[in-house]
């Protein structure tokens, strides 16, 4: 990796907007700061990374992206202590998850220093707009697509690398619903589940759109070959507990390797938690349902952290989860949060200072 010093050259927006935003009111990701970071793709390398105001881009309509979906992303977060220091939780594996899901989507690999000082250059310009409401964070989102044009099926040649930010409130309210899916496939062995792909968002849609019919939160995505195991919650990792063992589905072509789960785990190995990373059949869980072993059950990812699940249905059968005292996710989300806002020691090395 060539590291070079940056001189990332910066264009001001002639106005902010941020005067116009409530932030005591903040959805998720629906407000945009005043600046983004971008890179093009060109003659076979990426163009070191300039800041530009917030805008509309403009393509061509046979740019690939649209036609053969060559689409990447990342999501982190940015959170600001009570000093006004600025913090990133592992940002680097995103940066490097970022490019394991390049190689897969025929996407040329972004430098990693383009990543991280671009990233870091446009957090200390966009500084004033990182909430500090608890459970307020500025959400990033690093993306690549195909830009460049023609209707032939082909990996394009041209690229652009964007990072744009959105001020943000805590993901989800409340405890969710959840279907086991039992038609529908999420990824398949071969596929690309473990990337961060565009189109694997756009295939949840639908079967998660008739789960909402039905009065479901959310989908349980199960193994696409026999559809007996659970994978995923979501576009989460999903993580059960039986007894109190704590169970999560291990890492493969169809499942993301998440940074919320893999922190997860070592906070548990950590507490002295007995954890099992292994297929969980569905059959396994409604027995645990029946007999009063099955504690919890909760979706990790960086936008809610932890996002515990009240009950889950299966073949139209719904099995509601006990109120669990000292519940493993109030303990992982408090620790994972914790370490975020720099409210307590991080004695794992996640912390990273902006
Ligand atoms: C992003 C994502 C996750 C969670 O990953 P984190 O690194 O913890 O945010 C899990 N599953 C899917 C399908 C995802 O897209």
Redesign the pocket.
């Known amino acids: 990796m060539e590291t070079k010093t940056m001189n990332i050259k910066v264009e001001k927006a002639k106005t902010s907007k941020i005067g116009q935003v409530d932030f005591d009111n903040l959805a998720f990701g629906n407000v945009f700061t005043d600046h983004m970071l971008v890179s093009n793709y060109k003659n076979g390398s990426w163009g070191v990374p300039e800041i530009v105001p917030y805008q509309p881009i403009t393509l061509d309509p046979s740019a690939k992206i649209f036609h053969y979906g060559q689409s990447i992303f990342e999501?982190m977060k940015a959170y600001k202590d009570e000093k006004d220091a600025i913090w990133l939780f592992r940002p680097m594996d995103n940066c490097r998850r970022l490019n394991i899901s390049a190689k897969r989507m025929a996407i040329p690999e972004i430098p990693e220093d383009y990543f991280m000082e671009g990233l870091k250059a446009l957090l200390k310009l966009e500084k004033d707009w990182i909430p500090q409401t608890p459970g307020s964070s500025l959400y990033i989102r690093p993306f690549i697509f195909a830009s460049g044009n023609g209707f032939h099926a082909s990996p394009a040649d041209e690229y652009m690398f964007i990072i744009a930010f959105a001020p943000s409130g805590a993901y989800f309210s409340g405890k969710v619903k959840v279907l086991i899916e039992e038609k529908y496939s999420r990824s398949a062995n071969g596929g690309v589940g473990f990337a961060?792909a565009g189109g694997?968002y756009a295939g949840q849609f639908y079967p998660t759109q008739l789960a909402v019919d039905k009065g479901y939160n959310q989908v349980i995505w199960t193994d696409d070959n026999t559809h007996e195991y659970i994978e995923?919650a979501g576009?989460?990792?999903i993580f059960v507990r039986i007894n109190d063992t704590l169970l999560t589905a291990p890492t493969s072509d169809r499942i993301?390797d998440?940074?919320?789960?893999k922190s997860i785990l070592k906070i548990a190995e950590n507490k002295g938690i007995a954890v099992e990373e292994r297929k969980i059949a569905v059959s396994e869980l409604i027995e645990a349902a029946k007999d009063g072993s099955l504690k919890e059950m909760f979706g990790?990812?960086?936008a809610a952290v932890i996002s515990p699940i009240s009950t889950f249905g299966f073949r139209d059968v719904d099995y509601d989860l006990p109120e669990t005292p000292n519940s493993y996710a109030a303990l992982f989300k408090k620790r994972i949060t914790d370490i975020q806002y720099n409210r307590a020691e991080d004695n794992f090395g996640w912390r990273f200072k902006v």
Request: hydrophobic letters at 35%; a positive charge.
């Open positions: 999501g961060k694997n995923e576009a989460m990792n993301l998440g940074i919320t789960r990790a990812g960086t």
